[in-house]
């Protein structure tokens, strides 16, 4: 290694730093990028600093996006009276895939452990609560995980939202016990959404 110039050691490290990428394939890669043409390696230095300084959470729904509110939530297409919450920005995902939604989200950013001391106020509940009570959602389909977990986060949010004139719904038959969202075919998951079922109140 140490034959290589300084500049090259530099890059050499930065890539082995990436997840998957060993120090073998952090050197191919760096001698791949020192063959290329000046243009290439330009616009790949340049579209992970523009990356890095445009993409933030979109303030309504937090996925990533590149402005203040992301394209889907902007796009007037989508059915605003149906908000679809999901644990991870790949449930999202998973299910636009899928085709099978054409509302909103509301993405979580986690689900409830108590025994990792994860409580109401380290996921995105609060601002959920926030867009219903705004009086425009009419359905709130649950589509966290089938894990413990994520029936427990499930059944907290349905408390947290039965004051309100809104419709609550569990996206379930078919996606197995314990699954996680982003695992599910498409095809699964789209039969999922279609019969969601309403969660009846005790
Ligand atoms: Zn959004």
Known sequence: MNHYPQSVLNLIRELSRLPGIGQKTAERLAMHLLQAKASETTALAESITAMKQTVRLCKRCFSLSDG??????????????????????????????????????????????PMDGIGPDEIRIDPLVQRVRGGAVAEVVLATSTSVEGESTAAYIRERLRRFPVQVTR?????????????????TLKRAMESRRKIDVP
């Open 68 to 113: 203040d509110i992301c394209r889907l939530c902007r796009n007037p297409q989508r059915d605003d009276g149906l908000l679809c919450v999901v644990e991870q920005p790949a449930d999202m995902a998973s299910l636009e895939r899928s085709g099978a939604f054409n509302g909103l989200y509301h993405i979580l950013g986690g689900v409830l452990s």
């Open 171 to 187: 996206i379930a038959s078919g996606v197995p016990i314990g699954g996680d969202l982003k695992y599910v075919d498409q095809v």
